[in-house]
């Protein structure tokens, strides 16, 4: 086929918000692989495909630079992979094939397929690479079936965000220092709005000012829906930390570049009073949900949990994608809140009848002893957030991390653009370099087979 290589994007259409309270962050990596622009049913795959396709321009000239071919796998229970059809969330039976070991043997079946069927591809290597919630898939595809590609490409992939392996409040204090950095007292004004919110909505008529105050499409009719409140800003505040491109972007939001500066130069000042306060909280979010300027209304349901139903990353943050999360209000811009395990399980099972395994994924995929594996590379951008979770030192020579200043979520993937700062086209060229060497290691011990 005059193509030396096969490179096997994995994709994870988290296409479904969680149906259950799970933690913020948890919930933000789940928007992540979604547009914006669609509802959470998987009854819009191929408009919502096109649209995360578009964000991985990276893979496209990594395509042609390597004379590869690019395979995007779908994982399965997300866009039209669907094993039961309109069943497949119907109750946890059907949804008891939805799990990351299941995901990586559709993977490893679909590479034999392609080798099988496609002209020439038989004794050609596979990468596999992958960006958030599919950069950990891509890692632990090499883990698994280290047979099947000869490396691998985890993007922003936070591996180690499960059980103990990281301090719960690692996530929420990256973010608060997006935002410190971005601008003076940034992160101290929205520290501030917290109290600020719940002394206003004990107030004769707070919630109705609040409601007006923020232009809610829905008024606020009590203390849940403060509570409510509060989670849509700060999923907000997470979100724009995720994306924090040095481009006019759009991905989660029509965006522009750097946002998280232009937010901050409504947030200088905590000190103001709280009506004063609140509307400058105001202005900093209408950057994130109102940028083009069309919206008459801000629709609390676009970031915060939706009511939908039946949603599969809800099932599997439910059984294996347990990620603590917590906040404590000093080391962060956050209102405090512990990370309670029980709680969590109790919703689950409420929910889908099925409990949590918390140490399940580190038993599996190894945790942090995963030093007798090779040729993974784990990029981050010290930016984002989910870099807390991830690798982001060299563990062996073949075990790479790549850190990337001024790099948002995942930003090594995206398209190249004038704006990028050299960190990433550095980090960029330095990936394709160990692509190249396991290429040419692969074809050297093919050669030494005969």
């Known amino acids: 086929m005059g193509r030396r290589t096969v490179l096997l994007l994995l994709l ?12 913020l962050a948890l919930r933000a ?63 946890s039976t059907h949804l008891n094939y939805l799990t990351s070991e299941q995901a990586l043997a559709d993977f490893a079946v679909l590479i034999k397929h392609l080798k099988k069927t496609i002209p020439g591809a038989k004794n050609q290597p596979v990468i596999a690479i992958g960006g958030s919630y599919g950069g950990m898939l891509a890692a632990w595809f090499r883990m698994k079936y280290p047979h099947m590609v000869v490396g691998a490409l985890a993007a922003s992939a936070p591996i180690w965000n499960f059980g103990n392996l990281v301090p719960c409040g690692v996530f929420m204090e990256i973010v608060t220092t997006d935002f410190r950095k971005s601008g003076p007292n940034c992160s101290e004004t929205i520290r501030s709005s917290w109290s600020a919110i719940t002394r206003l909505a004990r107030t004769g008529g707070g919630l109705d000012w609040l409601s007006e105050a923020f232009h809610l499409c829905t008024p606020l009719r009590n203390s849940q829906d403060v509570q409510q409140l509060k989670g849509w800003i700060s999923e907000t505040w997470i979100n724009l930390a995720m994306v924090d491109y040095p481009y006019e972007s759009n991905f989660l939001q029509p965006l522009p570049a750097w946002p998280i500066k232009v937010v901050c130069k409504y947030l200088n000042n905590p000190s103001l009073s709280d009506p004063r306060l609140l509307q400058n909280i105001f202005q900093a979010l209408n950057v994130y949900h109102n940028y083009s300027g069309q919206a008459s209304c801000l629709n609390m349901s676009e970031t915060a949990t939706s009511s939908l139903g039946i949603q599969g990353w809800s099932y599997q943050a439910c059984t294996e994608m347990v990620m603590p999360f917590c906040t404590d209000g000093i080391n962060d811009m956050f209102e405090p809140r512990l990370w309670n395990f029980r709680e969590y399980s109790d919703d689950c099972f409420k929910q889908w009848g099925v409990r949590p395994r918390p140490a399940w994924i580190n038993t599996v995929y190894g945790g942090k002893n995963i030093s007798s594996h090779t040729n993974i590379v784990f990029s981050n951008g010290e930016l984002d957030p989910w870099s807390g979770g991830g690798v982001t030192k060299d563990i062996t020579d073949t075990l790479v991390a790549i850190i990337i200043p001024k790099g948002a979520h995942h930003l ?28 040419r290691d692969f074809y050297a011990s093919q050669r030494k087979k005969h």
């Open 12 to 23: 994870a259409f988290l296409t479904a918000r969680a149906a259950i309270p799970v933690p």
């Open 29 to 91: 990596l789940n928007n992540l692989h979604r547009s914006a622009s669609f509802t959470s049913r998987p009854a819009v795959p191929k408009k919502y495909t096109v649209h995360y396709l578009e964000q991985k321009g990276f893979m496209w000239d990594v395509a042609e630079e390597l004379k590869a071919m690019l395979v995007f796998a779908e994982h399965r229970y997300y866009g039209e992979s669907l094993p039961f059809g309109n069943n497949s969330f119907k109750d």
């Open 412 to 439: 090594d993937l995206r398209a190249r653009n004038a704006f990028d700062p050299t960190t990433v086209l550095l980090a960029r060229s330095l990936e394709v370099k160990h692509m190249k060497q396991w290429i």
